[in-house]
C-alpha cells in the first residue's frame, strides 16, 4: 500500500465558470489557471501521484503547454489513472477537503463525489468530499479563492 497527498489553492476570477471535481457550480465566479483551475480535482491528482512516487500535477502538465490551455481536469485524472493501473495498482480510496467562505458546497457534493467515482472507476464509499471554511484566517478565510487537500491510498493489485 502507498499513501499519497496533494494541496492545490486557486484565487478567484469571475470571468470564469466555476468547476469543482469537474461540477460546474452555477452563479459563483470561476477560479484563475491555465487549465480549468479545478482545485479539488489538482489536488486529488498530485495525491495519486504522490502515492506512485510520480512528479507533481505541475511537472507532468507545465502551464507553459498550450494543449492544458482551458483544458479539463478529467485530463489529467485519466492519465494518471492509466499510470496507476500500468504499474499494477488500484486506488483503494480518495478522501478531499474544499475549503472556501464562498459559495456553499453542500449541495454540489454529491455530484462532486459521483462524478470523481466516474473518472477513477471508483464505487460507493471510496472517494469522499468535504467543504469547511477557513474561518475568516488568511486569503481562503477572506473569500479571495479556494483550497483543496486530498489524500489517497493506493494497493497493489
Known amino acids: 500500500m502507498r499513501v499519497g497527498i496533494g ?13 469543482l471535481g469537474g461540477v460546474e457550480i452555477p452563479g459563483a465566479p470561476g477560479l484563475a489557471g491555465h487549465s480549468d483551475a479545478d482545485v479539488l480535482l489538482h489536488a486529488i491528482a498530485d495525491a495519486l501521484l ?12 507545465p502551464n507553459t503547454d498550450t494543449r ?22 488500484h486506488i483503494v480510496n480518495v478522501d478531499t477537503t474544499l ?4 459559495p456553499k458546497l453542500a449541495p ?5 463525489i459521483a462524478n470523481i467515482q466516474r473518472l477513477l472507476k471508483l464505487q460507493a ?19 479571495q ?13
Open 125 to 143: 464509499r471510496q472517494v469522499n468530499v468535504k467543504a469547511t471554511t477557513a474561518e475568516g484566517l488568511g486569503a481562503v478565510g477572506h473569500a
Open 99 to 102: 475549503i472556501a467562505e464562498t
Open 50 to 61: 504522490g502515492a506512485l512516487g510520480e512528479p507533481d500535477l505541475g511537472e507532468l502538465f
Open 68 to 89: 492544458y490551455k482551458d483544458c479539463s481536469s478529467h485530463v489529467f485524472l485519466d492519465d494518471i489513472h492509466t499510470r496507476l493501473t500500468q504499474q499494477g495498482y
Open 7 to 19: 494541496y492545490d489553492i486557486h484565487r478567484f476570477d469571475p470571468q470564469r465558470k466555476l468547476i
Open 145 to 157: 479563492g479556494i483550497a483543496a487537500h486530498a489524500v489517497a491510498l493506493i494497493h497493489a493489485v
Open 108 to 112: 454540489y457534493k454529491s455530484a462532486m
